[in-house]
């Protein structure tokens, strides 16, 4: 139960360090460059969550 309750709060702090580094970066760095990298990370843990599931 501890092991899974760490294994969200990890989860939940990634999540808002990452909207809290895109929201910073969102005046710095062009919208399709972020765009981009977002795209990449989304697809990488898709495929990192397809071969989990196989």
């Known amino acids: 139960m501890a ?3 760490a294994q969200h709060l990890d989860i939940a702090l990634n999540l ?3 909207a809290a580094l895109g929201s910073l970066l ?3 760095v062009p919208t ?6 977002l795209g990449v990370i989304l ?3 898709a495929v ?3 071969r989990h599931a196989h």
């Open 3 to 5: 092991s899974k309750l």
């Open 16 to 18: 808002l360090a990452g």
């Open 26 to 28: 969102l005046g710095l």
């Open 32 to 37: 399709r460059l972020l765009v981009g990298v």
């Open 43 to 45: 697809l990488g843990a």
């Open 48 to 50: 990192k969550t397809f």
